[in-house]
């Protein structure tokens, strides 16, 4: 495994204002060796900050969603790993968390440890959101009746996979059905999925119309996910 046992993997899309914050605590992570920020279609310069901070960047000429930008993420750290013994594991961190994202460390320790294949982020620091409510309900609904297990916080996006599990789950569930997926998928397939808590912290999202229109696409994505799946 090369030195950095773990790759920070962060999707990002018009995050120009969070971006630096968030890469440069990434930076700071135990066994981080990379930091890798996928710009997914940003109109702003979310790409350039990501960069100016330290990261290694791909971009999406277009808007791909979050499933693909994972995958391009993944691809970009398996060929930098071509060449040694063992892949890194993969964190993936999403790119609002801002400093909070200094503290995600023990998510990896349970992969690192070999106890668990996948972690899921539970934060500790829980800040009221202006919706959600029904997409976790459908998302953990639906991951217990797959699986006979119950998350906490289904829809995180703070997970470490090893290498393998990253693998298993190919291809990804598109745009953000991909966390509801993954767990099923990689459950299934008799994988080791844990959820750890964190302290980290989310952007707080509104209740203005775009900010409806996300959480409505958003639920179209888990169900679809979930249709697919049983």
């Known amino acids: 495994m090369p030195a950095g046992e773990v790759a920070v993997v962060i999707p990002a899309r018009n995050e120009a204002d969070r971006i630096e914050a968030t890469v440069t605590a990434a930076l700071g992570l135990p066994k981080a060796g990379l930091v890798l920020v996928v710009d997914d279609g940003s109109t702003d310069d979310t790409a350039a900050r990501a960069a100016q901070a330290g990261a290694a960047v791909m971009r999406h000429a277009r808007n791909r969603g979050k499933g693909a930008a994972m995958e391009t993420g993944a691809e970009a750290v398996r060929l930098l790993d071509r060449d040694e013994p063992e892949p890194r594991h993969l964190l993936f961190l ?42 976790v309900k459908l998302s953990r609904a639906g991951i217990k009746r797959a699986t006979g297990w119950e998350p906490r916080q289904p829809l995180n996006g703070q997970r470490c996979l090893t290498r393998a599990a990253f693998e298993a789950a190919r291809p990804l569930a598109a745009g953000f059905g991909v966390e509801t997926a993954l767990t099923i998928d990689l459950m299934r397939k008799g994988m080791r999925v844990t959820e750890v808590e964190v302290d980290l912290a989310h952007r707080a999202t509104g209740t203005d119309l775009r900010a409806q229109l996300h959480r409505a696409r958003q639920l179209a994505d888990v169900a679809w996910a979930l249709a697919v799946r049983r």
């Open 94 to 135: 999403d790119a609002d968390l801002g400093e909070s994202a200094g503290r995600a460390g023990p998510l990896a320790e349970p992969v690192l440890a070999g106890t668990a294949d996948m972690t899921i982020a539970v934060f500790t620091n829980i800040v009221k959101l202006g919706g959600h409510g029904r997409v």
